[in-house]
């Protein structure tokens, strides 16, 4: 088993930021690449950011130029930085990581959810 702990949300003011962790531990081999998702209230979970263990990033139109993800292999930890927040970016953040093969198994990871508040 992987388990995901977050950390680092809270409550900022529009234009501010925050700085979201999660820390991989237990069966860290079964996962490689690692996202960050969030649901808002009423909406679906929504994919924000991922990146491989190579270092290939991805990230959701509506976040592009404001977040920044990375990770440090060393510690199993993967970091969201979030700049200019704006009040839509409100939401439960999520990390992620989905299995590789040799897990044998093919659900995802995930953490327990960290709140992230933009208040206007």
């Known amino acids: 088993q992987v388990q995901l702990v977050e950390s680092g949300g809270g409550l900022v003011q529009a234009g501010g930021s925050l700085r979201l962790s999660c820390a991989a531990s237990g069966d860290t081999i079964c996962i490689s690449a690692m996202g960050w998702y969030r649901q808002a209230p009423g909406k679906e979970r929504e994919l924000v950011a991922a990146?491989?263990?190579?270092?290939?990033?991805y990230y959701a139109d509506s976040v592009k130029g404001r977040f920044t993800i990375s990770r440090d292999n060393a510690k199993n930890t993967v970091y969201l930085q979030m700049n200019s927040l704006k009040p839509e970016d409100t939401a439960v953040y999520y990390c992620n990581a989905p299995p590789v093969r040799l897990c044998g198994h093919s659900y995802d990871y995930w953490g327990q959810g960290t709140q992230v508040t933009v208040s206007s």
């Open positions: 990146i491989t263990s190579g270092g290939s990033t």
